[in-house]
């Protein structure tokens, strides 16, 4: 059994080595592929869940990283998982 969280990671590696003129493409395809799952959302009740204050500590941290520039930058992340040299 495939690991989604791979599979999903890879997917991802793919489409940022895209050019431009095929992501448009790829987007296209991925719309219609995920149209039935949207519109089936779309129908369902939306839970509103309130984030425990742990998990609002954890967010506003994890924005005030990000505000100081403290983000790994995206090639990083793919050189640390063997998709770019």
Not at 4 to 30: F, G, I, T, Y
Not at 59 to 84: M, N, Q, T, V, Y
Request: no cysteine; net charge negative; charged share 30%.
């Amino acid at each position: 059994m495939p690991d989604l969280a791979q599979e999903r990671q890879q997917a991802h590696a793919l489409l940022d080595m895209l050019p431009a003129e095929k992501l448009n493409a790829v987007r296209s395809l991925l719309e219609v592929m995920v149209e039935p799952l949207a519109r089936s959302l779309a129908l369902a009740p939306v839970e509103d869940e309130e984030a425990t204050p742990e998990t609002a500590a954890a967010l506003d941290r994890a924005r005030a990283s990000l505000a100081r520039g403290e983000g790994i930058p995206h090639e990083e992340i793919l050189r640390e998982f063997g998709l770019k040299q």
